[in-house]
Structures are given as C-alpha cells and as structure tokens.
C-alpha cells in the first residue's frame, strides 16, 4: 500500500494530469450518453486535435526554454496559404510543396529565434510581431480570399487513413500495429527496469509493474480496436505517434534535450557549464517554426483550403494545453507527454461540449477555468509535496539538518517566480 | 538583573516532518549587541522569522516577551510596531526606485489620503542617511549603489521605523573587508544610542568583536549563551559549541608536491562589457603550477572574478589582450565550451545563480558539464549517470536522501559540493574556486578544504579566490594580490601574512616598494 501511495506522490505531477483526463473523458461520456467514446467521434478527435497536438509539443519545447510563442497560429496561415499558392498557382508536385514548406516554417522560426537568442528581444514581443507580421502576410498572399480545393494526395494529410492489407470489416492492419505498439512499450518499460534493477535506481515493487504494463497494453489495444472497426488509422494519428515518440526521446534521453532543460531552469548556470544557450534557443524557436509549418499542413489538408483566418487562436490552444500539462511559466520544467495530454483535455472538452449542445461562448469561458484551474492545481500539489511528502519524512530520519539557513527554510513557499505567470516570455 | 529587552521561552516550530526549533530559548539585554551563531541549519534563520512575524503566532510553541510582556505577531507589520526590525540577508531594496524611495517602501512621507510628499521623503531620507555615514543622492536608484553601501541603505530603512531592536542575518557575508569593519563600527555606534542588535553571522572574527553575549544553536536546540565580559570566549570556545565538538584545525593537514608549471597567463587585459572606458584586468600575468593551490587576495572591485570569469571562455567582459598557455603551449579558448575541452573549470562565487540549476536534482547537474561523459552519440546513458553521480555524492558526503534530490532543498554547504562534483566530474587539469566557502558553516568548510587538497594531491592545479584571508593564508602556497585590475604582488606560503597582504591590495600599483614581488612569478 505505501509503496502505491509514495508511486502516486512522487509521480503526483504526471498521474494528476492522466487523472483528469480520465475524469473528463468519463463526465463526457455520460453527459453525452456514450457519444464520446464512439469509434467515429474517436477518430473526429484525433483529427480535429492534430495540429494543436503538434503545436503543442513544440510549444512545450518553447516553454521549457523560458519563452513563449504567440506566432504559431498566424504561421499556420502563412504557410497553408503559401503552400496552396505553389500547388494551385504554380502546379509543383506535393512533396516538394511538403518539404519547400517545412523549409519556410523553419525559416520563419530561425528569423524569430534569430532577434530572441542573439539580439535578446523577449520572445513576448517577437512573437507578437511576428503574429502580425504572418499573418498580414497570409492576406497580402491569398489576396483576402481562400484558395481550394486542393490535389486529393495532400489532403490525405488531414483526412486520410493508413489503407488496410487485407481489407474485411474489421481493419486488419490498425490490429497489427496495435499489437507492434502494445509490443514495444511493453518492452521499453521492461528494459528501463531492468536497468534499473541493475544499477540499484528507485524502481516500483513488482506487482505495480506487472499492472503497470498491463494496464498500458489494455490501453493501446482497446484504442488500436476502436480504429479499426471504423476506417483504420488515421495517417495524422501515425505522424502524431511518430513525433510523440521521438519527442520524447529526444527531451528524455538525449544531451540536446537535457541541454534546453537546462538552459529554461538557468540560463547562466547552463552558459557557464558549457551549454551553449544562444544556439539552443535559436534551434528550439527553428523546431517551433517546422511544427507551426506540419501544423499548417494538416489544418489546410483538413479544411481542403487555405484561408486567411487559418489558425486563428491556435497559438493559445497551444499555450494552453503546455501549461495544463504541467509546464512552468518559469522555464526549465514539462514533458512532451504532458503537452500531449494538456493538448487532449482541452480537446475532449470542446467536442464533449459541442456535442452536448453548449454554445461556443460557454465552451470559452469553462475552457479559461479548467486552465487556471490546472495550473492552481499544480502548484497547490507542488508545494504541498515539496514539503510535507514523504520525501519530507524520510529526510527526517536521517541525522540531517533541515535544509536550513542559508537556503530555503523547510515550509517556506517556493520561489514566487515559479508560480506566478510573469517570468520570461 | 540586567534590564532584558527581549525574551524569548522555549520556542518551538515543526515543520511537517522536521523539528526545526525545540525549546529554544534567548534572552536580549537592552542596549547589548548579541550574536546567534550555528551552523547552517542550526535553525537560526527560523528563530528570527519567528520573532519578526514571519511564522505568526500559533505557528510555533513557547512565548515571545517583549520588555516582559508576551507578544503575539500575526505579522511583520506587529513585530515592527513594536520595534523590531529585521535585515535580511538578500535585501529587500528594488534597484530601479530610488534610495529614498526604497526608505520610506510601504511607510511612505505622506500628505495624507496617499499623496507622497516628496520633500519630506527626500529630505527625511537625507537625514537618514546622515545617521548611517551615507553621503549619497537620496534621488539615484539604488541598483547603482555598490553592496555594501545598499547594506546602509537596508540599515536605514530600519532606522526610519523607529526601531529598538534590529535584527541583521548575516549582513557582512557579500561585504569586502572594508565595508564590513565600517558595518559592525556603525553597530557600535547605535549601540551607544541605546540600540539593541541580534547578529547573525559565521564569521567568527567579527562576533568576537563586537558582540556582548553569544548564543548558540545547534540542530534547533539553544546550547548555551556566552558573555564577552566574562572573558574565555575565544573562537575555538564558539566553534566548539557550535559542532559540539572541537575543532583542532580549521585548516586541513597537507604536504604540497607542486610540479610543473601547467597554465600560464600573459597580460590579460580585459574591458567592461558596456562602459568601454572602464579596464577591469589589466594585464595580469599568473603562473600555476601541478598540485599547487594558488590564491588571489583583493577587495570588493579588484577584479578577480572578472579576471576568472573571463578566463574562463570570454565569460564577462570584453576581451582586450592576453594569452593563455597550458604545457607551454598557447591554447586558444573562445567560450565556456573551449575551456571545458582544454580542462579548465570555474566554481562561481555565486553558487545559486551560477553554479546550480535549482529546479534539477543533484543527478543532472552534476552531469550537466560533462554529459559526454554519460552518453554516447549524443544519447544519455540513464544508469550510468545515476551511477557516477552517485559516486561523487559518496565521495563528496553530501547529505542528501539520494541523487534525484532537488539542488535547491539543499543546504548551502551541500549545493556547493554539489558545484564542486559537478566540476569535478568534468575532470579538470585547473579548477578555479571563487569565493568556495561563503555563507557556509564551519563543519562544511572543513570537508570543502579536505576536498581541495585531495585534488591538488591529484596533481590538478587549483585557484582560490577568497576574501577571507586566513582562509588563503591557510589553504595556499602562493598568493597573488589584486588591486584595481592588477596583480600587484605574489607572496609565498611562509612569507604572506594578512599584512603584507592586505597592504598589497590595497597599493595602487604593482610591486612598490612596500610590496616585496617574488621573482618566481
């Protein structure tokens, strides 16, 4: 029991935010008498979330760093409408289009990070210029009038799914790559503990392991079931999972994203041990810019158009689902998996709203409440483990003065800046 | 029976967890000058927020009575109508308002209905400012005052609320040697205007000074109170009840075995980074040699840490001249990554600011100058990191439940060795202290020099910048003396004392003739 409990607590950040997507999902669910959880709504959401799932990752990217990017949306504009100008007007060929437009993404996002890391102009007001600056752009580029329809294989992109081998009433393949995934996340979890087991780290009691793995395998494959029983794999799922992954891997388990955490929690500190954190800040906003471009990419596919409001608000959906999924306002703290799931509630919560019926004016004003909510939230639990967890307790026993003097005092509040808003950015 | 001022009675505070205060107790003459000593931790710091309002009352146990009568806080704003007043140790001034501003902060000269009264504020805040032998423009922003003349500015802040007892926790710990003499004089001087004063500080030099009685904590307990007037109070008595336990040596044992001369500087010239009239070093030639500790001396403003700083990767400033040579050869080193690469470290004085990244456990920084040495292809190796940081902890003895704690819950003495495993996980061939013990109690310090001297033992080549010159007379062979940018003399184990010392930080040019220069530099 006290090894589930100090689980939990020690994890409270991560499983407080699974937790009340959980709860979401299931209030949805029966306030929609099981509307949510239909395989087609299942697919609605993946599809109509994508590209704020996209933003959202590198947002978290931006956040961590310290900054913030207000431009995102009017990028998403820009370069659907750039995009469908080549492909309509000029007739290039989609992938190059693709690949020419993940190039202005990354472009635009150089130019930004360029006047953040190098001429050291907070992010607030590049990214507010560029907000403008993108998105008159946008106008001056489609003339104030939308571009469509577009060729059928990019819209694929946005609407499209993985085609199925065998082709029955249930989707053979979507099975197969549920099984593939259950596989593998079974496996890395196995690998991490017994890594663990090996060099003598903190790792769970067997039993919570065992239901651990369980639990995720359960997961996957009721989702991976749910797909297949409608068309399949939506292809923007699988890019989604892709950049999920190796996202995560990169901010994990790689010294480039050990290094951004670095340089958001000090930017000092990491100058001074080495880091250099002009250059990362100028390649996080360079990932930003690329993101903001697939983001695009898809919202034009989906919408089979580009227009000059594309992507309006964006940019705060994106912020938002950072901050719901734990990220600090300070810089140096989140996970990509969080964004995920900030990016999720917010999702769940306008379809689950809009197929209740409730008008668009209530969905904006319960959506600014569920997000301060998060983050009061957060930061209630953060205190309340810095100080009095277990940790506290166990320290406690030890012949150890109490972090004292000289540092903080045990019970003080942290440091404000980490809970307030103001910070960088 | 001396008239007792204050009287605090078996003072508890419970953190959840932790026992912070048990049964304290501490009684302030009026009129005296009494200094709370302990180690870090020792719940000092926690003792005077209980006093001040900080804990309110019915957070803690035990009575506060003031000129005998129990007092109950709910706030600092009770704790100062009584006359309390407490400086802390970051001061609480807002650089961009002005000094009269920051004065008369929250308890502005007023016509009434919130309308400031500027010539009241101004003109209260020069006579202010007269009291604490300020001669400064009550109009010019704080942020543009030096340190130690802000510590003034914190003083008379207290000073304008009428205060009878003014607490001050550590004031002189970023003061340079001047400031703090002038500081404690001040003390002294209100002392004979009937002020009463507790003192928080860890040098042991300035509480046996000035201070009337001593009371110390030890692991939230109050030990004893020790009067000046009684006599036998000495510096080893107060360490004594502070570890409970004697301290023989302040300074570890060590037979030096220098080598080689390893890294060599030439004339380093360095500028301001925005006033270009300003030189900062000025050409500065400096010599260490394999397994030698070598020290830098100076005063607040000589230069040493920008000299180090810009050593170390063009870090500060604006580099002028001056070339730097390891094995005899000149090696060119551009930014903190070049200087990493050919061995040079630098552990900032600033251990909070600089050296640590709060928010992170004790695991990633330690790793974060190195992660090389963790990861291959750019992919970290997740237990051998955990594994090598857990060596340095071991090594180290730095007291913490395990390596993910988180730097910041840490203890001053413990984050800096957490800044010195970070460094020494990098394996340097020169390692650059600044100021290594400040604000750190005297049990921590002993192990932080015993750590020094293994490395030097190692055949690494250290260089201490201290202001605290017993601590360089005790640690080093060799010490060069700053002043004004410039090395203005070099002194051997053996031949330096904190005169000759100090007259040569504060000569206005190098190797005069009050300033014996070794040749061997």
């Known amino acids: 029991m006290t090894a589930i409990r100090d689980a939990i607590r020690s994890n409270a950040r991560q499983y407080g935010m699974v937790m009340a997507l959980a709860v979401i999902v299931i209030l949805f669910e029966i306030l929609t008498g099981g509307l949510l959880l239909r395989p087609l709504n299942i697919t609605n959401l993946i599809m109509q979330n994508s590209y704020v799932l996209i933003l959202a990752i590198g947002m978290m990217l931006v956040i961590i760093t310290g900054h913030i990017d207000l431009s995102v949306g009017s990028v998403v504009a820009f370069v659907g409408a750039t995009s469908a100008v080549m492909l309509t007007g000029w ?3 989609v992938p190059v289009v693709v690949v020419l437009a993940l190039l202005t993404g990354g472009l635009i996002g150089a130019w930004q990070g360029f006047w953040i890391a190098y001429v050291r102009i907070p992010a607030f ?18 003339g104030g009038e939308s571009i469509g329809p577009l060729p059928e294989s990019l819209r694929a992109l946005g609407s499209g799914y993985v085609p199925d081998v065998a082709g029955g009433e249930v989707h053979l393949l979507t099975l197969l790559l549920g099984v593939l995934a259950s596989a593998a996340l079974v496996a890395s979890q196995v690998r991490i503990r017994a890594r663990g087991l090996r060099y003598g780290l903190p790792v769970g009691s067997r039993n919570l392991f065992v239901a651990k793995c369980a639990a995720l395998v359960v997961v996957v494959m009721v989702f991976a079931y749910v797909l297949a029983i409608h068309n399949g794999i939506p292809i923007v799922g699988l890019v989604l999972v892709a950049l999920i992954v190796a996202f995560s891997f990169v901010m994990n ?18 100058m001074l041990s080495g880091v250099k954190t002009r250059r990362t800040t100028f390649w996080v906003f360079v990932n930003m810019g ?35 999924g734990g990220a600090s306002a300070a810089g140096g703290v989140g996970t990509v998996v969080g964004a995920v799931v900030g990016a999720l509630v917010m999702g769940v919560m306008n379809n689950g709203m809009s197929l209740i019926g409730l008008g668009v004016d209530w969905q904006q004003a319960i959506k600014g409440l569920v997000l301060l909510a998060a983050v009061a939230f957060d930061i209630y639990n953060k205190n309340r483990v810095g100080t009095s967890g277990a940790a506290r307790r166990r320290a406690a026993q030890r012949p150890v003065p109490p972090p004292g003097d000289g540092g903080s005092e045990p019970g003080a509040p942290p440091p404000a800046a980490r809970a307030t808003g103001s910070g960088r950015g | 029976m001396t008239d007792t001022i204050l009287e605090m009675r078996g003072i508890s505070k419970e953190f959840p967890g932790v026992l912070a205060l048990e049964n304290v107790d501490l009684r302030v003459a009026r009129g005296e000058i009494h200094a709370l000593m302990g180690e870090n931790g020792a719940g000092k710091s926690t003792l005077m927020k209980v006093l001040s309002g900080v804990y309110p009352h019915g957070t803690y146990g035990g009575d506060i009575l003031v000129d005998g009568e129990v007092r109950a806080f709910r706030d600092i704003r009770d704790s100062e109508a009584a006359g309390i007043a407490i400086i802390h140790q970051e001061l609480a001034l807002i650089p961009q308002l002005s000094v009269a501003e920051n004065i008369f902060l929250g308890n502005e000269r007023t016509r009434g209905s919130g309308v400031v009264d500027w010539g009241r504020t101004i003109g209260d805040a020069r006579a202010l400012l007269a009291r604490v032998g300020l001669r400064e423009d009550p109009t010019a922003p704080v942020g543009s005052l030096s340190l130690g003349r802000q510590q003034l500015v914190e003083i008379a802040k207290a000073l304008s609320k009428d205060v009878r007892l003014l607490i001050l926790d550590e004031p002189t710990s970023a003061l340079n040697e001047t400031d703090s003499a002038n500081l404690l004089r001040l003390l002294r001087e209100f002392q004979g205007n009937g002020l ?13 000074q000035v201070a009337d009685s001593i009371t110390v904590l030890r692991d939230g307990r109050s030990i004893e109170t020790l009067r000046t007037a009684d006599g036998e109070v000495t510096e080893e008595r107060i360490i004594r009840g502070m570890v409970g336990r004697d301290l023989d040596h302040r300074y570890p044992e060590r037979t030096p075995r220098i080598g080689e001369v390893r890294f060599e500087v030439r004339d380093w010239t360095v500028d301001h980074p925005t006033r270009l009239d300003r030189r900062v070093v000025d050409g500065v030639d400096l010599a260490v040699r394999g397994g030698e500790i070598v020290g830098m001396a100076g005063l607040m403003g000589a230069g040493r840490t ?36 050919h061995g040079i470290a630098y552990v900032p004085e600033d251990r909070k600011e600089l050296g640590l990244i709060l928010d992170d456990d004790i695991r990633r920084n330690m790793t974060l100058a190195a992660l090389g040495r963790v990861s291959r292809r750019g992919v970290l190796d997740p237990g051998q990191e955990v594994l090598r940081a857990g060596e340095l902890r071991e090594r180290l003895r730095i007291r913490s439940r395990d390596v993910f704690q988180r730097t910041g819950d840490l203890s001053g003495g413990n984050q800096q060795k957490v800044v010195l495993g970070k460094w020494m996980f990098a394996e340097p061939d020169l390692l650059i202290l600044d100021e290594p013990t400040r604000g750190i109690d005297v049990g921590a310090k002993y192990e932080i020099y015993q750590i020094i ?8 080549c250290v260089l201490l910048i201290s202001s605290e010159l017993p601590e360089l007379l005790g640690m080093c062979d060799r010490v060069y003396a700053m002043s004004a940018g410039r090395v203005t003399g070099v002194l051997p184990r053996g031949r330096a004392d904190q005169e000759s010392l100090m007259r040569l930080m504060t000569a206005a040019r190098p190797a005069g003739a009050a300033a014996p220069t070794t040749s061997e530099a």
Not at chain 1, 125 to 142: Q, S
Not at chain 2, 196 to 207: A, F, M, R, V
Not at chain 2, 453 to 460: E, F, I, P, V
Request: charged content about 20%.
């Open chain 2, 453 to 460: 001297h293994r490395l030097a033992d190692q055949g690494k």
């Open chain 1, 290 to 324: 690329v993101l903001s471009a697939l983001a695009g990419l898809v919202f034009m596919a989906r919408l089979n158009a580009a227009t000059p409001r594309a992507g309006t608000m964006f940019e705060l959906d994106a912020i938002a689902a950072a901050f719901i």
């Open chain 2, 196 to 208: 009463t004063s507790i003192l928080i500080s860890h040098k042991l030099n300035e509480i046996t």
């Open chain 1, 125 to 142: 007001i590049v990214t507010l210029a560029g907000m403008l600056v993108f998105r008159g752009a946008t106008m001056i580029v489609l």
């Open chain 1, 91 to 93: 007739g290039l060929p």
């Open chain 1, 253 to 270: 388990s790689t010294t480039v994203g050990r290094r951004i955490y670095a340089v958001g929690g000090s930017e000092k500190a990491a």
């Open chain 2, 306 to 341: 920008e000299f180090a700083l810009s050593l170390f990767g063009r870090s500060y400033g604006r580099y002028v001249a001056g070339t730097l040579h390891k094995d005899g050869r000149e090696i060119r080193v551009r930014d903190v990554g070049d200087a990493i690469a």
